[in-house]
Every structure is written in C-alpha cells, then in structure tokens.
C-alpha cells in the first residue's frame, strides 16, 4: 500500500473543496435536513474562504493520497487561526476526513499521527479539536488515541445550532494501539 501525506498549496483549491464536499456530505448527511447541509456546505467551502483559510500562517491543510489517489484530507490550525481561543501552547485538529471509499484502511490514525509530529515539531502541549455530540464514530475514535472530553461549543449547520464536544489530548502521550473500525 502507498500511501502519501502532502502538504496543500494553492493550487490545490479545487481539489481540497472537492474532497472537503464529498467527505463532509458523506458524514453528516443522514442526519442533517439538505437545506441546513447546502446552506453549510457553501458557505464553510467556498472558494474564497477556502483560499483565505489556506493563506493564514497558522493554518495548514494536508492530503492523504493512496495509490495516487486522494482518499482524504487534514486540516491543522496554530495560534490565532484556532477556532477557539486556546492559547500559543495549543494545536488544534480542525478537520480530518476520509472518503468513505478508503475508510477502515487505516487512513485516518495515518493523518492523526502526522498531526501529532507536527504538534510535537511545534513544541505544542496538547492537540485538541471539536467533535459533534452525535458522531459516535469519531468520538470513539479519538477517545482511542487518548482524548478525554473537556468542554462543548456550538456549531451550526445552516440555522440548525448543534454541540460540539472539545476534546484534548496531551502531546507527551504516546498512544501505539492500532486504531481501526471507526470509518476513519
């Protein structure tokens, strides 16, 4: 199996909303009206925001190819480009998303794990992200690789308020079990 982590550039605009799009659609779909997910989709992945979210020093998005193929994507944020005011010591797992195509591959501890060093390289003392309460999925999936649950904020989905969980992870944990089965 190849598989590849690539940092993206600008150039990689139409891809990223492409796989951002389908990625988050496959995952939220089912459980959200269309008009609420349409109202989200285009406004979280229009092309301007994505370019000005990709041109902000603290922010940085990442591909996951297999085989050539893009199968999912990461996206990282540092100091005052988190969505939430953690602090300079903090690293911040914004997005990471898998096509369901190449999901139960593995593909996702791979892009969580690449976070890790980048958060390590930086000299960071915890990663953390926001979860939505229901995707059970990914919460089991990140309490896995050590998260514990440490608050809650709101997101929206068009006009439809929903909670995330903040989730936190200290950086010097080391966690080495294999972690498959979560679609991630």
């Not at 915890?126 to 990140?142: D, M, P, Q, T």
């Amino acid at each position: 199996m190849t598989v590849e982590i690539r940092l993206c550039g600008l150039d990689d605009l139409q891809a990223l909303r492409n796989i951002s799009i389908e990625t988050f659609r496959e995952t939220f779909k089912t459980q959200n009206s269309p008009e609420n997910l349409n109202a989200y989709l285009e406004q979280a992945f229009d092309p301007e925001r994505l370019e000005e979210e990709m041109s902000h020093p603290g922010s940085r998005f990442f591909f996951i190819e297999k085989e050539g193929e893009t199968a999912g994507y990461l996206k990282v944020n540092t100091e005052n480009a988190q969505s939430e005011k953690m602090g300079d010591h903090s690293f911040e797992v914004e997005r990471i998303y898998i096509s369901s195509r190449f999901q139960k591959q593995g593909l996702g501890k791979i892009l969580f794990d690449h976070a890790l060093d980048l958060a390590r390289e930086e000299g960071k003392a915890k990663v953390w992200l926001g979860v939505w309460e229901k995707n059970e999925n990914a919460i089991a999936f990140y309490g896995k690789l050590g998260f514990i649950r440490t608050g809650a904020h709101s997101f929206f989905m068009g006009d439809d308020e929903q909670t995330d969980y903040i989730m936190e992870r200290k950086i010097d944990f080391v966690h080495t079990e294999a972690v498959q089965g979560y679609g991630l």
